[in-house]
Each structure stands twice: as structure tokens, then as C-alpha cells.
């Protein structure tokens, strides 16, 4: 029989929220092979029990981590897109669109605290898997990407669904990148030059998205 740790969820479950928030820190910090499930709990202020009767064991509190970020992460990016085509008023801009996407995508990393957690945890899962590769396309990619396409499709009739997707893949391309380069800066301790700056390169990636877009959707037609 699967455990499911969503069995043992209850709404203001104090311990597991400690939990999940301890294994976070400690995992982003050590990763998962060098973070023991005492340091967890003791991290947690639990017993050492905890853990099994939460969660059935260190695999599944870490697979529950990245299900409970990912959920997040993809509400985050998915939920502005879908406000803005159900808003009253005219159909959003392609312009919109795209900023509305980049604001969200950004928004969660920027916070210094949250964002170099979030990004030490997928960088050392990367580096060393614990998780099924699956679960990233299914929980986030793959809705994130579908979510997007349909927006960018409703902003430019003609667009295909496989122009849709390559321009998805290219204004994520450039947004881990301009993620990446802040979060290189930051460890090596330089200040980012002044055309490099996380906000200015946002607003050149939302224009440069938008302009490419056009003319892939402009050339499609001649």
C-alpha cells in the first residue's frame, strides 16, 4: 500500500508545516543526502517519529517539498495569465500577457530569502535526482506551457500552436538566465552593472518577447 502524506494533512497541522519548512531549509543548505531526518525534526522542534507518521519517511517529505512548491510556483504563473483573459474589457495585449507572465515569474525568485531556497533545492535535485523526472513536466511545465501558449494564441490569431510553444520556451530561456546571472552576481558579491539590473532586464525581456512574437506571427503570414 502507497503512503499518501496528504492522509495525514489536517488544516493547521502545526508539526507538519514545521516539518516541511525545516526539511526545505536543511535540503536547499545540504541537500538530500547529507540531511538527516533528526537534524529535521530537530530543526522542527518534533519528535523523532515525526517524520514517518507525517509524512512515511525522508523520500516522501521530500517529494512532498517540491509538490507543495511547484503548486505553488505554478498557481503563481498560471492564475495572472488566466485574471487577465477573464477580466472585463477589451482582450489583453500580447504586451500584457507577457508582462503579466514575467512579473510572476520573477516575483517569487526576487525575494532573496525565498527565491535562493527555491533555487538551491531544484539546482541540487538537478545535479543529484531524487524525484521522478516526470514530475516537474506534470506538475508545473506542462501547465505553465499550455496556459501561456493559449494566451499568446488568444493575443495573435495566427499563431500556431508550435510558433506558441517555441516562444514560451524562448521568454523562459531568457528569464532563468537573467535569474541565474542575478543570483551569480549576488554569491560573487558584485552589483549587477546598471543595463544588467534585474528590473531594466525584465522590461528588455517582455519587449524583446513581444517584438519576436510579432514578427514570427508577421512572417507566418506572407
Known sequence: MTFDPQERAEPGDGTRNKLL???????????????????ITTEAG????????????????????????????????TSKIEALQHEG?????????????????????????EG????????????????PRTMFFEEMIDPVRESLSRALQSAVPGLTDAEAARCVHSIIGQLVHVI???????EAGRQPREELDLH???????????????????????
Not at 96 to 111: C, G, K, R
Open 21 to 39: 519548512d525545516a526539511a526545505e531549509r536543511l535540503f536547499a543548505e545540504k541537500g538530500f543526502e547529507q540531511t538527516s531526518v533528526r537534524e
Open 46 to 77: 518534533a519528535n523523532i517519529a515525526a517524520v514517518n507518521y507525517h509524512f512515511g519517511g525522508k523520500d516522501n517529505l521530500y517529494r512532498e517539498i517540491f509538490h507543495r512548491r511547484l503548486a505553488h510556483l505554478r498557481e503563481q504563473r
Open 89 to 113: 474589457g477589451s482582450r489583453p495585449t500580447l504586451e500584457d500577457i507577457v508582462s503579466a507572465f514575467t512579473s510572476a515569474f520573477l516575483e517569487p525568485l526576487m525575494d532573496h530569502s
Open 116 to 131: 535562493r531556497i527555491l533555487i538551491e533545492l531544484i539546482a541540487r535535485e538537478m545535479l543529484s535526482p531524487h524525484l
Open 180 to 186: 541565474h546571472h542575478s543570483r551569480l552576481a549576488t
Open 200 to 222: 531594466v532586464m525584465a522590461d528588455h525581456v517582455i519587449r524583446f518577447s513581444v517584438g519576436g512574437i510579432q514578427a514570427i506571427a508577421g512572417s507566418s503570414k506572407v
